[in-house]
């Protein structure tokens, strides 16, 4: 690690930690190119101290802000003793199979130019501990743990310790992804965390944007926002002068002249304090060619694999060893013009352009040369594309968009990083159209099954006719256009559990089949799931690793009590520990079931505490599970005087995905102004009816006609039609239910009296959302 030195800033030093010791939230604006990473940097050292804790967070990196917090911790502990310091213990371990070592080494990340700390090891141990307590996968899903838990948890852990203050100090805060928003406000209310936003000059609208969303700086908290008085500015000729002499360089005055012309950047003074050539042509050549080489692949490479592009120069270069190579590279580390920015898996060094060093353009590089520096790191990544890290392959496709066939090696190369780690991004995904091979078609059909798109899978496989007789293709075909309720999903679901002889896969058809029967227009046929002798008995499948999947759809429709209850305590049981994703949607369905059966004293015992869990899942929201927001705000609209309407309002509308999910989320917020504002309830529920018009699912018709005609009602309008409707066709084939309703319109309507909430409670059909799927993959993997 580069070792720290810092000199000069004393005031700034001084009324930046005031101001932090002073305040929660403390504003610093500062001019581009003045140093300010690593002033901040300095910051945190001084406040390690005092039984202080403080974290560098760079709002512009990819990992996330929690992720940047165990790195730095277990980066800090690296060179601890391994007997005091449970982090340096961790990171020794030769059983890479150890849950809480992945998580702490996916974590681990670059953070240039760092002070070394004295020993934390009371820290470390409570981040050891903090990660411990919360972790709740297995290996197979540890991308969908929480690491916002364990840093919730880790600050709780420091608070019972007596540590002081813990402070974030944020770089490039204009940067700070919308993502980050609540559980930063969550860390500032509840654990008292002081933050510093440090803000470049030139983004005030950025600012302006970042705390009118910040939900910690609405309302009460507002007055806790100072700014620092003075601007964090270049450096004036004090610090030029005290640079040069820390680096024990001769300085002259004569000097600042030249950096005027440069504005006083503080990148071109330390270069030149630093002895790095400014004009490239100063250069030698090989030296040249490698920083061009990062300069156009603009991303961090492996030493493996830069030396052989680095090999593809000329004839000469082909002669090169290894160890040639490697020396150019440590020079040009010494000299500031790269960083080692990590070890990939193999312990090879992975290089970078130090841009923080390196003056922005000083690079030229003609158009011949970029083409050849492209097409032989190209060429050598076609040899190890499966190895290869996101931002490598992203460079690939942006340079082979003209190259289909190509390209999509690498999106799906790509993709496959991606939905390991849970940040799928379609853009690249959307470019795909053709497959020579029905496997990256199934693939990558699965992968928009997943995240609820359907449109663009179920055209895919229009276009793809010519795999139709292979069986993967038919239980892709029969998923997707189950969603769409388009094609004669169900007759294609029966016919694919009649051929189906694996018991495993035959549990996951009869899990969706379930769901079909439903949807369609003989809703009564789901019934045969709970008749012991007919072939899809539901606990006739009871033996297979995938039952879970089909008890946690059936349960909701069992009207025994205790008997639905402990199934769904089974589901969570199994899913607990191991799968976050599916515990927390089946605690989604679970409070949906409780909130229908609230007259049951036994259901009502578990009510209030799985509505207590709902609300710690829900701090740490995701969209994973996002109908958990639906249910949860029917909750507190049923039984609190809270405002659910935040939470029915995240239910998005997506073209090419179900609408259910939005309809139904309308109609509860329209449900619940209906009390307070039945204009307005009005308003919410027309915005949705060419939603309604156009779902092909007969059951969202009906649940909108119910609950429309209840807006309806309050707004002095006897909803005839409605309700002649409802009569006709009823919810369920339930005639009992839909005379009943009918009868009390009409009583409501001779009494004249306003509706009382036992009348709102029997008139309305809350809409609850279910999570009743698994991944496509589960079905079209082979077994």
């Not at 229009?462 to 997707?480: C, D, E, V």
Request: negative net charge; charged residues 25%; glycine residues 2%.
């Amino acid at each position: 690690m580069t070792s720290f030195k810092f000199v000069c800033r004393e005031n700034e030093i001084q009324e930046v930690i005031s101001s932090l010791e002073s305040n929660v939230l403390v504003v610093l604006r500062s001019q581009n190119n003045s140093g300010l990473s690593h002033f901040l940097k300095k910051i945190m050292q001084l406040l390690w101290k005092d039984k202080s804790a403080c974290f560098y967070i760079d709002g512009e990196s990819q990992s996330p802000l929690s992720d940047q917090i165990i790195g730095q911790v277990a980066m800090f502990s690296k060179d601890d003793s391994p007997t005091q310091n449970s982090a340096s213990k961790l990171l020794r371990k030769t059983n890479k199979g150890d849950l809480v070592f992945s998580v702490v080494t996916s974590c681990l990340y670059a953070l240039d130019v760092v002070p070394v700390f004295p020993s934390i090891g009371t820290i470390a141990n409570s981040l050891i501990t903090s990660i411990k307590e919360t972790i709740d996968t297995d290996q197979e899903h540890l991308s969908d743990f929480k690491t916002e838990k364990a840093v919730a948890k880790f600050c709780e852990l420091l608070i019972r310790k007596h540590i002081k203050n813990i402070y974030l100090l944020i770089d490039n805060s204009q940067k700070l992804k919308p993502d980050e928003y609540s559980f930063l406000s969550l860390l500032v209310e509840r654990y008292q965390v002081r933050v510093l936003f440090a803000f470049n000059d030139s983004y005030f609208l950025n600012e302006a944007e970042l705390f009118s969303k910040l939900p910690c700086t609405n309302g009460q908290v507002t007055h806790r926002i100072s700014n620092v008085s003075n601007e964090f500015q270049r450096p004036d000729d004090k610090l030029i002068e005290a640079l040069f002499r820390c680096y024990g360089k001769d300085f002259s005055s004569e000097i600042i002249v030249f950096f005027d012309r440069h504005e006083r950047n503080i990148h071109v003074i330390m270069a030149y304090v630093l002895g790095v050539p400014m004009d490239i042509t100063n250069i030698d050549d090989q030296m040249q060619y490698l920083l061009k080489i990062l300069s156009v692949l603009d991303c961090p490479v492996p030493s493996s694999l830069l030396f052989k592009i680095l090999r593809a120069e000329n004839l000469r270069s082909m002669e090169h060893s290894d160890d040639i190579f490697q020396t150019l590279c440590n020079k040009a580390v010494e000299l500031g013009l790269l960083r080692i920015d990590s070890q990939d898996e193999n312990q090879a060094q992975v290089f970078a352009l130090n841009k923080r060093i390196f003056p922005e353009g000083a690079l030229s590089i003609n158009y011949i040369e970029k083409q050849k520096i492209i097409v032989d790191a190209i060429a050598i990544m076609d040899l190890e594309i499966d190895s290869l890290t996101a931002p490598m392959l992203e460079f690939a496709i942006s340079n082979l968009e003209h190259d289909y066939t190509h390209c999509k090696r690498y999106i799906i190369a790509l993709s496959r990083i991606q939905n390991r780690k849970n940040r799928l991004n379609l853009t690249n995904l959307d470019k795909l159209n053709y497959f020579e091979e029905a496997e990256e078609l199934f693939y990558v059909c699965s992968l928009y099954y997943n995240r609820g798109i359907y449109d663009k899978p179920y055209r895919l496989l229009q276009t793809h006719r010519n795999f139709s007789r292979k069986p993967k293709y038919k239980i892709a075909q029969a998923l997707i256009s189950e969603r769409l309720h388009i094609d004669s999903y169900v007759h294609k679901l029966e016919n694919l559990f009649e051929i189906t002889t694996d018991r495993e896969k035959k549990c996951l058809l009869a899990t969706v089949l379930f769901v079909a029967y439903l949807n369609s227009d003989d809703s009564h046929k789901y019934k045969c799931f709970f008749q012991h002798t007919s072939k899809y008995y539901y606990k006739s499948f009871e033996v297979c690793k995938n039952y879970y999947y089909l008890l946690r759809n059936v349960t909701y429709y069992m009207e025994d009590t205790p008997t639905a209850i402990s199934n769904y305590e089974k589901c969570l049981s199994f899913f607990k520990a191991k799968d976050p994703v599916n515990y927390n949607r089946t605690i989604s369905n679970y409070i949906c079931y409780l909130m229908r059966y609230d007259s049951n004293q036994h259901a009502r015992k578990f009510l209030e505490p799985i509505s207590e869990e709902v609300s710690k899942i829900l701090e740490y929201n995701d969209p994973a599970y996002a109908y958990l927001n639906n249910n949860y705000g029917i909750y507190l609209m049923r039984y609190t005087h809270e405002d659910p309407s935040v939470y029915f309002s995240s239910i998005p509308y997506s073209a090419g995905t179900t609408e259910t999910p939005y309809i139904y989320a309308q109609v509860n917020l329209a449900l619940y102004y209906v009390r307070k504002n039945p204009r307005l309830a009005l308003m919410t529920i027309n915005s949705i009816e060419n939603h309604v018009h156009r779902t092909p699912v007969p059951r969202t018709k009906q649940f909108y006609a119910i609950n429309r005609a209840l807006i309806e009602f309050a707004n002095g309008i006897f909803p005839q039609n409605l309700l002649d409707d409802i009569i006709n066709k009823p919810l369920r084939g339930d005639a009992t239910f839909a005379q009943a309703l009918y009868e009390q319109y009409l009583s409501n309507k001779e009494s004249d009296n306003a509706l009382s909430e036992e009348d709102f409670n029997a008139m309305s059909l809350p809409g609850y959302l279910f999570y009743r799927y698994f991944k496509a993959e589960m079905l079209l993997s082979d077994f």
